[in-house]
C-alpha cells in the first residue's frame, strides 16, 4: 500500500518513538545526478513491510576517529538501554577507509568528517549499497601546540600554508622560518593519515588543495596519538578534531586562527557564531538503507543516535546542531532518503544555518 504525506505526517505525529525505517522497501537501483544541487539516490516510493533477519542484533560502524567519541558514548548507552542483546562494533579507521568498508557493504554505519566524495559515491553503486545520509554535529578543527610554548598563541592561515603545503617537506623546518618574531628552533609536525576525513578537509582549507601536504610529519588517523606526541614535545605543532583538546586540556595549548579577519579560538561559541572558519566544519554518519530495513538492531541504534546526539554531543566535546536538524534526520531516516546535499567534493565554510537549510531543501 502506497503511503500518502499526509499518511506518513500522522504516523510521525502520533509515533516519533517508533521511527519505521526499518519497514520501508527501497528497491530501486542507485543513480547519481551529476548536475544537480544534490547527489540523490532514485528510489520507488517507500512501501510498509515487515522487517527481516530479525535474528542479527549485531550493529558495525567504522570510519571517522572524530567523529568516533560521540558514536562510542551513544553505543555505550545504548547497549545499556537495551540490555545485551545488540552487540554494537565501534571502530575507527578514518572517513575514507571507513567509506571503503561502508561502499563495499561491510559495516552498517560510516562515521565522516566531511561529506562522501564523488569517487565513494560511484563506489557505492557499483556496490548497490543505497546511504542516508545524516548530519550529527559541527566540529572545530583544532591547531594545538604544547602547553610550553610561550611563543605561539595565534597562527594565520598563511603560516599554517607555509608550514604544511608539499614546497615546504625538507625546507621549512624552523619556527622562525614561519614568523621572524618565533625562535630559531626546530618544530616536529603531528597531522592526520591520508585516510582521515580531517585530511581532506584540512588541506583543502589550508593548503588550498585537497590531499596536498608535505609528507615529513607524524601522520596517524587515531588522534589519540597526535595528542601523545604533542604533549610530549615543548616543538611540536598538530592538528585534530575539537572533542580531543577537551579531553586534553591539560596537556595541550590551543592556538587561535587567523583568516584575515583577526585570531580566533576554537569553541563552541565561535563555531555557533561562524567565526571559526575555515576550520569549522559538520560531521555525518551514513546508514546503508538495506541494512536498516533489514536488521532492526541498526534502525534501532540510528533513532538512538539522533535522539541522544544533542546530549552526547556535547558531552564528549563537539557543537550540537540546533534541534531542526535532528528533527530532519528523523524525517528523512524515516522516508529512506537516500542521497546526500553535497556536491562530492571538499566544501568550506560550511556554516550551521546552511547546513540545514541544504537538509531542509533535499
Known amino acids: ?102 561502499c563495499a557493504g561491510e559495516i552498517d554505519v560510516a562515521g565522516a568528517s566531511r561529506p562522501i566524495l564523488t569517487a565513494e559515491m560511484e563506489a557505492c553503486n557499483k556496490n548497490s549499497v543505497r546511504y542516508i545520509e545524516l548530519p550529527v554535529a559541527f566540529d572545530a578543527l583544532t591547531v594545538a601546540v604544547h602547553p610550553q610554548n610561550n611563543w605561539a598563541q595565534d597562527i594565520t592561515v598563511a603560516e599554517l600554508k607555509r608550514m604544511w603545503e608539499p614546497a615546504a617537506e625538507g625546507k621549512i623546518t624552523r619556527w622562525n622560518q614561519v614568523r621572524s618574531s618565533w625562535p630559531d628552533r626546530p618544530f616536529k609536525l603531528y597531522g592526520a ?22 609528507n615529513d610529519y607524524v601522520a596517524s588517523e587515531d588522534d589519540n596519538v597526535l595528542v601523545e606526541g604533542i604533549s610530549k614535545d615543548p616543538d611540536a605543532l598538530g592538528y585534530f578534531g575539537f572533542s580531543y583538546l577537551e579531553e586534553n586540556q591539560n596537556k595541550l595549548k590551543a592556538l587561535a586562527v587567523d583568516n584575515g579577519a583577526g585570531a580566533v579560538i576554537p569553541s563552541r561559541q565561535t563555531v555557533e557564531n561562524n567565526e571559526y572558519q575555515p576550520l569549522s566544519r559538520p560531521l555525518f554518519i551514513y546508514v546503508n538503507a538495506q541494512y536498516a530495513q533489514k536488521k532492526p538492531a541498526v534502525k534501532d541504534f540510528v533513532n538512538f543516535y539522533n535522539k541522544q546526539a544533542p546530549t552526547l554531543v556535547s558531552s564528549v566535546g563537539y557543537v550540537p546542531l540546533p534541534e531542526e536538524a535532528y528533527d530532519l534526520n528523523e524525517r528523512h531516516f524515516y522516508t529512506g532518503k537516500v542521497g546526500t546535499v553535497f556536491e562530492g567534493e571538499a566544501e568550506l565554510n560550511i556554516t550551521i544555518s546552511e547546513l540545514l537549510r541544504r537538509q531542509a531543501k533535499f
Open 1 to 102: 500500500m502506497n503511503v500518502t504525506l499526509k499518511e506518513l505526517a500522522i504516523a510521525l505525529r502520533a509515533a516519533p518513538k517508533a521511527i519505521a525505517l526499518g519497514t520501508l522497501a527501497l528497491t530501486a537501483s542507485c543513480t547519481t545526478t551529476p548536475n544537480s544541487s544534490t547527489q540523490t539516490q532514485t528510489q520507488q516510493s517507500p512501501q510498509l513491510t515487515a522487517a527481516t533477519n530479525t535474528a542479527d542484533t549485531s550493529v558495525r560502524v567504522d570510519g571517522s576517529s572524530t567523529v568516533y567519541p560521540i558514536t562510542q558514548a551513544v553505543a555505550k548507552e545504548f547497549q545499556s538501554t537495551q540490555g545485551n542483546q545488540a552487540q554494537i562494533s565501534v571502530d575507527f579507521s578514518g572517513t575514507s577507509g571507513g567509506f571503503e568498508k561502508f
Open 193 to 214: 593519515g591520508r585516510q582521515s576525513g580531517t585530511f581532506d578537509y584540512f588541506t583543502e582549507a589550508v593548503v588550498g588543495e585537497t590531499r596536498a601536504s608535505r
